[in-house]
Structures are given as C-alpha cells and as structure tokens.
C-alpha cells in the first residue's frame, strides 16, 4: 500500500522557511526541526523543508526555471488572507481572481516558491470550465 507521508520543500533556511509557513497554516513548526530539516505537520503528512546548499529559486513561470511545485490554500476571505501573507514575507506574482471574486492569486514565499490564494468554494468543474456559484 502506497501513503504519502511527505513533501519536501528544498530551501536555503529551513528554520525561515518553516517558519513562514507555520505562520501561513496556523501550525507549529514539529518539535527536533533544525537547520537541516524542518516540519510541519497535518495529520499523517509532513510538509518539510530540507536544506539545500546551492539552492536557485524557480522562477515560474519561466519555462527554463520551472516552478517544480506549488501549493493552493483555499480561503473564505482573500482579501485578509492577503493582507497576512505579504506582512509575513510572501510576494504577490499573478491575479486571477474575476469581478465576482472567485479565482486564485499567485504568491512566491520568501526563497520564491510559488502558492496561490484560492476562492473557489462552491465552484463546479466541469470539462468546459469552471462554473461559478450565483451572487447572493
């Protein structure tokens, strides 16, 4: 039986990095984390962070410097989500939240990984698009 356990993360500071994404999720950095392996936990999954000497941030969506991975956080308020992440060091790359304001906007952290905001809670997909609830 396969069952993922983790994801890691490469960076140049894992304390820093593991840091800002406790402060992102709300969950503490794991306990025995150092300077060579970070963690945060969800449950069985471990979302970790491994130092890596001659680190070079991807520079999505740059082809030649791909983004190698991203993360979605879905959030109820955008705008508020926002707001902490960019005090917390994330930088805003891309929007793509429409008028009605569902979408997703892309952030990079502060070593330049990529993660996006997403407003998209009762959203249908569909093999034509997305197909967004009505204003209430």
Known sequence: MLRLTDFIIDCPDTMRLAA?????????????SDEEWAGIRFGDIELAFIRVADYRAPRWPDGEHPKQFHLDFEVDDIEAEQRRVLALGATLAQDFVGPEGYGWRVYTDPVGHPFCLCRNRGVTWTDQGPVWPEPA
């Not at 800002?20 to 025995?32: H, I, L, M, N, S």
Request: charged fraction near 25%.
């Open 20 to 32: 800002f994404y406790a402060a992102v999720t709300g969950r503490p950095v794991k306990e025995g």
